[in-house]
T-cell receptor, first 112, second 113 residues
Framework: EDKVVQSPLSLVVHEGDTVTLNCSYEVTNFRSLLWYKQEKKAPTFLFMLTSSGIEKKSGRLSSILDKKELFSILNITATQTGDSAVYLCAPYRGSTLGRLYFGRGTQLTVWP | DVKVTQSSRYLVKRTGEKVFLECVQDMDHENMFWYRQDPGLGLRLIYFSYDVKMKEKGDIPEGYSVSREKKERFSLILESASTNQTSMYLC????????????FGPGTRLTVT
């Protein structure tokens, strides 16, 4: 059975802190892993990772995939209150017609 | 910009009513998805469709059906609404085979009383 585990489930930090969010997966026929950010509305796409060891960056956010150990991390440096959201990871299996398998998410709260 | 719209932001229905949730996308995406989201449970896939008139069950299809008569429109139907179907419903769409990125609608918060 496919499994996606995100940790921690929730995290409270102060502005300026750096956080690391984890996503481990056991998914057959793994192809890629996607990260989404969800504020009080629809999830929005952050990254898609397909190759191990290649960091993707967007401003203060970065992410990396380890296909041998079956996990990915999402780093946020110099956090701001606007980073408060639920962060979702979603592995993609090949041959599943575009379906993603979402984890339960990490609720990040950033206090001023 | 990709736009995915859902027919209602908030909906209140009575137990036993038939409920229709509509989703429309304007990017000619082949794939469309219906999820429900509950606190602590993340996004759970109800049904998805990869072409007109095609549908596949997700993880929690019981109590739901879907219809896709046109490429841009994907409807979720609750044949007889129950209180345990009170939830946030999110629709999403994506291209087939180009990118796995899914674009989400704003969600419909359904309350069944």
């Amino acid at each position: 059975e496919d499994k996606v585990v995100q940790s921690p489930l929730s995290l409270v930090v102060h502005e300026g802190d750096t956080v690391t969010l984890n996503c481990s997966y056991e998914v057959t026929n793994f192809r890629s892993l996607l990260w989404y950010k969800q504020e009080k509305k629809a999830p929005t796409f952050l990254f898609m990772l397909t190759s191990s060891g290649i960091e993707k960056k967007s401003g203060r956010l970065s992410s990396i995939l380890d296909k041998k150990e079956l996990f990915s991390i999402l780093n946020i440096t110099a956090t701001q209150t606007g980073d408060s959201a639920v962060y979702l990871c979603a592995p993609y299996r090949g041959s599943t017609l575009g379906r993603l398998y979402f984890g339960r998410g990490t609720q990040l709260t950033v206090w001023p | 910009d990709v736009k995915v719209t859902q027919s209602s932001r908030y909906l209140v229905k009575r137990t036993g009513e038939k409920v229709f949730l509509e989703c429309v996308q304007d990017m000619d995406h082949e794939n469309m998805f219906w999820y429900r989201q509950d606190p602590g449970l993340g996004l759970r896939l109800i049904y998805f469709s990869y072409d007109v008139k095609m549908k596949e069950k997700g993880d929690i299809p019981e109590g739901y059906s879907v219809s896709r008569e046109k490429k841009e429109r994907f409807s979720l139907i609750l044949e007889s609404a129950s209180t345990n179907q009170t939830s946030m419903y999110l629709c999403a769409s994506s291209f087939m085979g180009v990118s796995y990125e899914q674009y989400f609608g704003p969600g419909t918060r359904l309350t069944v009383t």
